[in-house]
């Protein structure tokens, strides 16, 4: 079935430094991919996506490239601020019978320390 | 322009009591989703509405959970009796359309003791 992987949390990084969440998936067809962000007793909100493969997903400053040889979607930033603290979330909606259903990583939580 | 707006936020119940949520979609907002997520997992899917009728309700432990969307814009989740492993934050999401961007409520934080 459709799924997807995240690496595992949590990630630290000091304030400025580059980062990365590893995000692969298993999908029939052609799915759409997703990185959502859930801040602080907030919902989730979307933070960037990508349709098709080699599309590049970009918000924020935040990035994603849409890799079918890799089945990956990793999620990057060049310079983290503490204001970034939050959990990430891959998603998938499944390609050829797309109804919307989001297939979710399990989250990585990122802590961006001053 | 409002969000999707759940209550309550919290509730705390006893096994084999019964509860209720409620979500009020963007205004305009066709489908209507209801997640389930457990504590360091990513949110489930239960119940899809396409205005008042589901379209998926394959993951919804129909045993014991239902839903309904009646006049096609709120929604209530039910779980009557609920279990220990329910414990669980229920998101709501809408969208225009079921291929169009979803939109997250805050969710409703559940806890089964």
């Known amino acids: 079935g459709n799924s997807v992987t995240q690496m595992e949390g949590p990630v630290t990084l000091s304030e400025e430094a580059f980062l990365t969440i590893n995000c692969t998936y298993t999908a029939t067809g052609y799915p759409s991919l997703f990185w959502y962000v859930q801040y602080p007793g907030e919902g989730l909100q979307l933070l960037l996506k990508a349709t098709k493969a080699d599309d590049k997903g970009s918000n924020k400053g935040f990035e994603a490239t849409y890799r079918k040889e890799t089945t990956s979607f990793h999620l990057e930033k060049g310079s983290v601020q503490v204001s970034d603290s939050a959990v990430y979330f891959c998603a998938l909606t499944h390609g050829s019978s797309n109804t919307g259903k989001l297939i979710f990583g399990q989250g990585t939580t990122l802590q961006v320390k001053p | 322009e409002a969000g999707v707006a759940q209550s309550p936020r919290y509730k705390i119940i006893e096994k084999r009591q019964s509860v209720a949520f409620w979500c009020n979609p963007i205004?305009?907002?066709?489908?209507l989703y209801w997640y389930q997520q457990i504590l360091g997992q990513g949110p489930k899917l239960l119940i899809q509405?396409?205005?008042?009728?589901?379209?998926?309700d394959s993951q919804l432990p129909k045993d014991r959970f239902s839903a309904e969307r009646l006049k096609g814009v709120d929604s209530t989740l039910k779980i009557q009796p609920a279990k220990l492993e329910d414990s669980a934050v229920y998101l709501c999401?809408?969208?225009?359309?079921?291929?169009?961007?979803?939109?997250f409520g805050a969710g409703t934080r559940l806890s089964v003791l």
């Open positions: 509405f396409q205005n008042n009728g589901v379209v998926d």
């Open positions: 205004s305009g907002h066709a489908t």
């Open positions: 999401a809408s969208s225009l359309e079921p291929r169009n961007i979803q939109y």
